[in-house]
């Protein structure tokens, strides 16, 4: 661990923080050290650690880094930089401080085989694709398949810092088109940050009182996330929105409430695990705390529930509303896609996992993995997670089913509490598709988020046998991406996000629960809706299940574009299991017509 720490958190939020990233390329690429390594041509003066210098890097849509929403992520397809972008400084080290070579010649030329190697299998894979899509140009029917219903997630920003909607006027005229186009309903979340900024217990939920007014007026149903975490630093987050004022002050005298890296860099996107039961929040423990924003949110907009508007509630179980550690946050640096880092360095985990070693009998385990790699590692570059590495060993085993355990125990505590509030509406808990590296044997990426899905073992039926428990549904994410587009854009990422999310809805089949769906980006093409309805509608399904709900991810200027609009009437039609030959005959009139009363502000509910 670093000698130094970096705490996150001031009075106000977020302060600045050093940024590691790994070195693409400099001098020699990886793909040539790699081709070098297996083929024990490497040159160990070449084995040497790479250090980067110290930058400030701001939150921002980077056109080199990789793209997240709602916790899944896929590499940009653009590899431009923004022209105002810092540029990215990086420096050598090597263990004599001398200069690193350059490649040698043996290593160049396995370099050049495996490059040859590479580019005859992306065009045998490019043929292959092309062949599929021949096949499926004729669009799969789901004319009379059950009917799914769809929820449009609402902008971050719909209630406003003064605790009202934002600009009434233009969301009540686009709500009114999710309506004519045949949404059932919408979502918002409910931020912590907002209800109860002005201290301990003091909740204000006119905003949401207002919106649900609005939503309900126009004969749209209402979902909700109950968001205990902070909004801002993903990509597509456009503000800013910190947890609770009171709750930083309490994180700037002590810091440990926050989850903590292995640098001592505390994150105050979301509370630890660890606090779940110290009462370090003015008296409260984290679990009271959340308990009691429920209770308030159930007793103070109670009609909505009483008249049926609300008909679901999502309960945040972490960062991005998700159940998972915040293992790759970009604000600290990491890029996709690296494997994240574990995060259970503040004192309350730590504490804990002491004493689970103690427990087990040996002591000296009671400290996380020191070979795990940072943030930007590549599994074959560590100790912990190369093939055959220490994940798999006794200590390995030991940490993964503590770091894993105590992520489920957390959801257990709130949704049991949960129910005894929402015990008369459906609830849900959101997992988020962290699909890279999931093609290798320690699927790195998804074991230092908590999932521990390692070959042989399935990570995510535990969690979906604790929602069983706690009478909740599985909302799963990233179900529109494509295993091969995601190889062509980064094929060392080894992801493969259709064969994840198969997994994750079957296990939650198995558990007896039903499955949500939401897109990890936003989607406007028809092809990702293709996707979105093969993963909602599974085909050649024995059992014909298929996911209770879709949730859009969002509302924006850009979907109600004529085109875009077009085709999600279309998708919304699919979903329900409608017809969608007249739409196409119509050639977009009845899309037109909508927009026109829309400009002309005569629309009506």
């Known amino acids: 661990m ?3 720490t970096t705490t996150m958190i001031q009075q106000r939020s977020v302060i600045s923080f050093e940024n590691r990233r790994p070195v693409a390329e400099l001098g020699i690429t990886r793909a040539a050290a790699d081709a070098a390594d297996h083929h024990h041509h490497a040159d160990h003066h070449l084995r040497r650690q790479l250090l980067v210098v110290r930058l400030q890097v701001p939150c921002r849509n980077s056109k080199n880094h990789g793209i997240r929403g709602s916790g899944a992520v896929i590499p940009n397809r653009i590899k431009s930089r923004k022209k105002d972008s810092p540029a990215t400084c990086y420096a050598f080290s090597s263990p004599d401080g001398e200069k690193p070579p350059r490649a040698s010649g043996a290593l160049e030329s ?7 190697a590479t580019a ?15 096949e499926t140009e004729h669009e799969r029917d789901f004319t009379g398949t059950p009917y799914v219903p769809i929820y449009v997630m609402l902008p971050l920003g719909t209630i406003n810092a003064e605790n009202e909607v934002s600009e ?6 686009d709500l009114q088109v999710l309506k004519r186009v045949g949404v059932d309903g919408v979502m918002v979340d409910c931020w912590w940050g907002l209800v109860e900024s002005r201290g301990p217990q003091r909740y204000n939920w006119s905003g949401y009182h207002e919106l649900f007014n609005m939503v309900r007026d126009i004969g749209l149903k209402q979902q909700v996330v109950m968001s205990f975490h902070q909004c801002g630093g993903n990509v597509g987050d ?8 009171w709750v930083l002050n309490v994180g700037f005298e002590n810091p440990d409430i926050f989850f903590t890296d292995q640098r001592g860099t505390h994150n105050p996107e979301c509370l630890t695990w660890g606090v779940d039961k110290e009462r370090v929040l003015r008296g409260r423990t984290a679990i009271e705390v959340y308990y009691d924003y429920m209770r308030s949110f159930r007793t103070q907009l109670s009609e909505f529930f009483d008249d049926g508007t609300l008909t679901g509630i999502d309960i945040g179980l972490g960062p991005a509303g998700e159940l998972r550690y915040p293992s790759y946050p970009e604000l600290l640096g990491w890029v996709y896609p690296g494997i ?102 320690s699927h790195a990426a998804e074991v230092t ?14 969690i979906a046998l604790m929602l069983a428990k706690n009478k909740a549904a599985l909302n799963f994410t990233c179900v529109e991406l494509r295993t091969s587009e995601l190889a062509r854009i980064n094929a060392e990422a080894m992801s493969d996000p259709e064969a ?32 979105i309805l093969e993963s909602v509608k599974p085909r050649l399904n024995p059992d014909n299940r298929h996911a209770i709900f879709f949730t859009y991810l969002r509302l924006s200027p850009k979907l109600l574009e004529e085109h875009h609009l077009f085709e999600f009437m279309r998708f919304v039609r699919r979903l329900h299991g409608e017809p969608i030959a007249d739409l196409d005959l119509s050639d977009g009139a009845a899309v037109l017509a909508i927009l026109e009363l829309r400009r002309c502000g005569k629309l009506e509910s």
């Not at 396995?110 to 040859?116: I, L």
């Not at 992306?122 to 021949?134: G, I």
């Not at 456009?238 to 004022?245: K, L, M, T």
């Open 2 to 4: 670093a000698a130094t």
């Open 168 to 173: 009434p006027e233009v969301l009540n005229r």
């Open 449 to 462: 988020a908590g999932f521990y899905n390692v070959n042989h073992r399935d990570g995510y039926l535990p």
């Open 340 to 441: 994240g880092e574990f995060q259970c360095y503040d004192k309350y985990l730590n504490r804990s996992l002491v004493k689970a070693a103690e427990e087990r009998g040996h002591p000296q385990w009671g400290t996380p993995p020191k070979n795990a790699g940072h943030y930007n590692s590549r599994p074959y570059e560590t100790g912990f997670f190369r093939e055959k590495g220490d994940y798999d060993s006794y200590y390995g085993r030991f940490f993964l089913n503590w770091y894993s355990r105590n992520l489920i125990e957390h959801a257990d505590r709130v949704l049991n509490l949960a129910n005894t509030i929402f015990e008369d509406i459906k609830m849900g808990a959101k997992i988020s598709g962290v699909h890279w590296w999931y093609k290798t044997p």
């Open 120 to 134: 005859t299998e992306n065009d045998r894979k490019a043929q292959e694709d092309s062949a599929e899509v021949e």
């Open 110 to 116: 396995v370099a050049e085989a495996v490059e040859k």
């Open 238 to 245: 456009d503000i800013v929105i910190p947890v609770p004022q």
């Open 500 to 531: 994840l999310t198969w997994q994750v809805m079957n296990s939650a089949w198995d558990a007896g629960i039903p499955v949500a769906t939401e897109n990890a980006l936003p989607c406007y093409d028809r092809e990702g809706y293709n996707r």
